[in-house]
């Protein structure tokens, strides 16, 4: 177990902070920015109202199904593959994704509420 958890750090510093570097700092503010256009527009609240049906929720149970799964199916392979080519990258890179997607998604419940939230602080 430690040595999965001390290879999800494996250069996580100097990773991270190529993540704020030079152009991705750019993707960054338009993200931060576009977020914030979408909430204070009332949109992210009206996509949410208008994708609450019995249709929808059918036809996204294939999908939701997949995305529960790849999170564990990935790294498993990548854990395989890398053992196998003896490649301590993919090892790393596998242990890193393991460890985000088991702790990324901890209370990221959906929220029951019959506003957003945002949109309570920021009027």
Request: glycine content about 8%.
């Amino acid at each position: 177990m430690l040595e999965l958890i001390k290879g999800a750090f494996y250069k996580l510093p100097k990773n991270t902070a190529a993540c704020f570097l030079g152009h991705n700092i750019l993707w960054h503010l338009f993200a931060v920015g576009l977020t914030y256009f979408l909430v204070v527009s009332g949109f992210d609240w009206l996509y949410f109202e208008s994708t609450r049906n019995v249709f929808i929720e059918s036809v996204g149970l294939v999908p939701a199904v997949i995305g529960f799964l790849v999170p564990f199916i990935v790294p498993i392979a990548m854990h395989i593959s890398g053992k196998r080519n003896n490649d301590p990258q993919t090892i790393a890179a596998d242990n890193f994704i393991l460890v985000f997607s088991s702790t990324s998604s901890f209370g990221a419940g959906p929220l029951h509420t019959q506003q957003s939230p945002l949109r309570w602080h920021l009027h």
